[in-house]
């Protein structure tokens, strides 16, 4: 099973472990409805609501790709990655919550 990356700890490391891999070219996909990822989303991040992301595997061309998944709590995303787990991929982390993501953002 997949480590699981909830970013629900007093300190920002899993945040900062998520933002370094955003940094480095990770797939970011949040797992929210459309209306929640119109509402805000991270810059980087592609919307594929969780009910499609089956679907969406088959345009997946490179499988060794980071593909980095965050919803509003982090429930959702675990979904998301036991789903493209089941499907062969490996590099997948469970970013979380949105609001715990953007609490970390690195200032710049």
């Given amino acids: 099973m997949p480590e699981v990356t909830l970013s629900k700890l007093s300190h920002c490391e ?8 955003i940094e480095q070219g990770a797939l970011v996909i949040d797992v ?16 594929i609501p969780l009910d499609t ?25 675990q979904k998301g990655c036991d789903i493209l787990a089941a ?10 919550a949105l609001k715990d993501l953007l609490a970390c953002e690195p200032k710049r």
Wanted: charge should be positive; include cysteine.
């Fill in 87 to 96: 499907h062969g991929l490996q590099r997948i982390v469970n970013a979380g």
């Fill in 32 to 47: 929210r409805s459309p209306q929640e990822f119109a509402s805000g989303h991270l810059p980087q991040a592609i919307n």
């Fill in 14 to 21: 899993p945040g900062d472990k998520c933002w370094q891999l």
């Fill in 53 to 77: 992301l089956t679907t969406w595997l088959a345009q997946v061309s490179d499988p060794q790709q980071v593909f980095l998944l965050y919803c509003g709590a982090g429930i959702r995303a």
